[in-house]
T-cell receptor, first 115, second 114 residues
Framework: AQSVTQLGSHVSVSEGALVLLRCNYSSSVPPYLFWYVQYPNQGLQLLLK??????LVKGINGFEAEFKKSETSFHLTKPSAHMSDAAEYFC?????????????FGTGTKLQVIP | NAGVTQTPKFRVLKTGQSMTLLCAQD?????MYWYRQDPGMGLRLIHY???????AKGEVPDGYNVSRLKKQNFLLGLESAAPSQTSVYFC?????????????FGQGTRLTVV
């Protein structure tokens, strides 16, 4: 069975500070990992995804994530937070199961950016 | 492009009432999904479909039914609403291409059952 753990349901950073959102996964087969962002009153949209091509993945809006197999982690980072980054972020793991893609989402981390 | 469109966006039901949530996608995607989002629990899969005329249960299917009569539409029905079904419901779709394919989400339906 696969699972995703996001450490910290709420994270606060100052504008201009480093953003670090943590995600650890568990999977019995090679995983495919995603980060989605949800702005207030909107649906989820893809931020970036890991598909085994490169361990450091760059996404939209200056975000990036590094896949570390030894640590079973896929943490999301951004060097300098902007007010517009305030949103909820979801890590997800996908595996192929029974002919379809089974997606498991983490419980989400709300990012607050303080001026 | 519209992408994934959900209707309605908001709804208040009384316990025992029924309703149908409609999801429509214009991307010719094979897969469609219904999730519910509750605080602190992330997204949980209710039902999904791998193509027109097919449906399957997700992890929290009880109290819900679905239908996919047309490829572009995926309907979620509540036959007898309960307060425990108060939630935000999201529809999503994706191509039939395996686990690296991203899902595209609608903007959600906020349902309150009183």
């Amino acid at each position: 069975a696969q699972s995703v753990t996001q450490l910290g349901s709420h994270v606060s950073v100052s504008e201009g500070a480093l953003v670090l959102l943590r995600c650890n996964y568990s999977s019995s087969v090679p995983p495919y990992l995603f980060w989605y962002v949800q702005y207030p009153n909107q649906g989820l949209q893809l931020l970036l995804k890991y598909t085994s091509a490169a361990t450091l993945v760059k996404g939209i809006n200056g975000f990036e994530a590094e896949f570390k197999k030894s640590e079973t982690s896929f943490h999301l980072t951004k060097p300098s937070a902007h007010m517009s980054d305030a949103a909820e972020y979801f890590c997800a793991v996908t595996i192929s199961s029974g002919g379809y893609q089974k997606v498991t989402f983490g419980t989400g981390t709300k990012l607050q950016v303080i001026p | 492009n519209a992408g994934v469109t959900q209707t309605p966006k908001f709804r208040v039901l009384k316990t025992g009432q029924s309703m149908t949530l409609l999801c429509a996608q214009d991307m010719n995607h094979e897969y469609m999904y219904w999730y519910r989002q509750d605080p602190g629990m992330g997204l949980r899969l209710i039902h999904y479909s791998v193509g027109e005329g097919t449906t399957a249960k997700g992890e929290v299917p009880d109290g819900y039914n679905v239908s996919r009569l047309k490829k572009q539409n995926f309907l979620l029905g509540l036959e007898s609403a309960a307060p425990s079904q108060t939630s935000v419901y999201f529809c999503a779709s994706s191509l039939l291409r395996g686990p690296t394919t991203e899902a595209f989400f609608g903007q959600g339906t906020r349902l309150t059952v009183v």
